[in-house]
């Protein structure tokens, strides 16, 4: 069955800092790749998707993530950390058919000043 | 182009009662997904409905059910609620049923059971 891990329940970083969240996923075909964002009390928002193509993906909000076959692996970074980046971050997975996201625990990511 | 939204957005219930939530997709949309988030389970798929037609279910109760009506807009039904069934239920939907499509998700509707 396919499995996303997501290593890191909590990440804290300092504004201007690198970000860089970690997400690795399970299975014998790879998968269509996630990054959503999750604000308190809101629903998830999607930051970029990798499903063929070109393995560095861009986002929005100046996120990227690098899709890594050989290491069954695809991390979110951002270059410089922001405030308003402090939100829980989840990556998912899902099959060519079909509209059934498999999630990671989650990441929090705290931005401190 | 409005967003995905979801009623009720906050609603406490008994155990033992049913509840029904909505989801009204993105217009267009023809895919609905619903999702429970829980602390503990985190994020977890409960089903996914495409055209009218259920395509995929997730690994939850018979007490969980869903459909969907022809202008593409869905309903999930809760009976016999638990205190375990408190949590936010999101929706999500998608032009279509690949898995490569884009799913927009709306708010949620945060559910407690007392």
């Known amino acids: 069955a396919q499995s996303v891990t997501q290593l890191g329940s909590h990440v804290s970083v300092s504004e201007g800092a690198l970000v860089l969240l970690r997400c690795n996923y399970s299975?014998?075909?790879?998968?269509?790749l996630f990054w959503y964002v999750q604000y308190p009390n809101q629903g998830l928002q999607l930051l970029l998707k990798?499903?063929?193509?070109?393995?560095l993906v861009k986002g929005i909000n100046g996120f990227e993530a690098e899709f890594k076959k050989s290491e069954t692996s695809f991390h979110l970074t951002k270059p410089s950390a922001h405030m308003s980046d402090a939100a829980e971050y989840f990556c998912?997975?899902?099959?060519?058919?079909?509209?059934?996201?498999?999630f990671g625990a989650g990441t929090i990511l705290r931005v401190k000043s | 182009k409005a967003g995905v939204t979801q009623t009720p957005r906050y609603l406490i219930k008994t155990r033992g009662q049913q509840v029904t939530l909505s989801c009204s997709p993105i217009?267009?949309?023809?895919?609905v997904s619903w999702y429970q988030q829980t602390p503990g389970q985190g994020l977890q798929f409960l089903f996914e409905?495409?055209?009218?037609?259920?395509?995929n279910k997730g690994n939850f109760p018979g007490r969980f059910s869903g459909r969907q009506f022809s202008n593409s807009r869905s309903e999930m039904n809760v009976s016999t609620l638990e205190l375990g069934d408190s949590a936010l239920y999101l929706c999500?939907?998608?032009?279509?049923?690949?898995?490569?499509?884009?799913?927009?998700f709306g708010p949620g509707t945060r559910l407690t059971v007392t």
């Open positions: 998912a997975a899902t099959r060519e058919y079909g509209n059934k996201l498999v």
């Open positions: 409905y495409f055209s009218e037609t259920q395509r």
């Open positions: 217009s267009g949309h023809r895919s």
């Open positions: 299975s014998s075909v790879p998968p269509y």
């Open positions: 990798y499903t063929t193509g070109a393995t």
């Open positions: 999500a939907s998608s032009l279509g049923d690949r898995g490569n499509y884009e799913q927009y």
